[in-house]
């Protein structure tokens, strides 16, 4: 389906896992240097690296295996307004070793560990289960392809989310913010929006809600993505 944000466009017809609000809540919350190189880890449909081109006058690196997705990240980028600021590797990101460690990652990954794999065809089962990327090999390639002062930016559901976080402590990397995301500010935290370094901070803990009680978007929520979407802010 297509769709249009303020900036660009993305058509995700051809991906396992469709544009969300997962997936604009981290493009737009992730932390980005104004320069450098950007790694889109597990891009889809493009959308992560197009929202860190507008954010970024950085360098941003797509990496995708499913072939499919790469042929429509491929078409979004190039009538996007930063296509000379996009490079895409089709490649198994435990495969690939670049030249160069990146100053941010962003990754919106595979989360589920169990149960039934979605029936609307393998990308989409692919997109969603941690079977060619469990948590252990995200984080190992999180600590290989990390510039040592930079950050890595993921979305993941709270039990998924709280499981990574458990795997931490071996892994090379520490937390240093952790955003609980509710649907409304009466509901369970249902994401962790988390940002992972290889430098140990004080983490910063707080919370989004994205509905208000009325319905509409809440004033963060409104506030965090108004660059993006047409009807929202100016």
């Known amino acids: 389906m297509p769709f249009t944000f303020k900036q660009f466009h993305v058509d995700d017809r051809g991906c396992g896992m469709p544009v969300s609000t997962d997936g604009v809540m981290l493009?737009?919350?992730?932390?980005?240097p104004d320069q450098g190189r950007v790694l889109d880890l597990g891009t889809g449909s493009g959308l992560l690296a197009l929202m860190a081109s507008q954010r970024s006058q950085a360098h941003i690196t797509a990496v995708e295996l499913d072939p499919d997705a790469c042929r429509?990240?491929?078409?979004?980028?190039?009538?996007?307004?930063?296509?000379?600021?996009?490079?895409?590797?089709?490649?198994?990101?435990?495969?690939?070793?670049?030249?160069?460690?990146?100053?941010?990652?962003?990754?919106?990954?595979?989360?589920?560990?169990?149960g039934e794999r979605s029936q609307r065809g393998q990308a989409r089962a692919q997109a969603r289960h941690v079977d060619t990327l469990s948590h252990d090999d995200l984080l190992n390639a999180l600590v290989r392809l990390l510039h040592p002062?930079?950050?890595?930016?993921?979305?993941?559901?709270?039990?998924?989310?709280?499981?990574?976080?458990?795997?931490?402590?071996?892994?090379?990397l520490h937390l240093i913010r952790r955003t609980a995301v509710h649907s409304r500010a009466d509901k369970p935290t249902q994401r962790l929006l988390l940002t992972?370094?290889?430098?140990?901070?004080?983490?910063?803990?707080?919370?989004?809600?994205?509905?208000?009680?009325?319905?509409?978007?809440?004033?963060?929520?409104c506030a965090l993505t108004q660059d993006f979407y047409l009807k929202m802010g100016s």
Do not use: M
């Open 27 to 32: 493009g737009a919350w992730a932390a980005l």
């Open 72 to 114: 429509q990240a491929e078409a979004n980028f190039a009538v996007s307004p930063w296509t000379e600021r996009l490079q895409l590797v089709q490649c198994d990101v435990r495969d690939w070793h670049p030249s160069a460690p990146f100053d941010a990652i962003v990754c919106n990954p595979p989360y589920f560990t169990s």
């Open 149 to 172: 002062k930079g950050c890595a930016s993921l979305i993941l559901p709270l039990v998924e989310g709280e499981l990574l976080l458990t795997r931490l402590a071996n892994s090379g």
């Open 196 to 221: 992972l370094s290889r430098q140990p901070a004080e983490p910063v803990l707080d919370t989004l809600v994205i509905h208000s009680q009325d319905g509409g978007y809440s004033a963060a929520f």
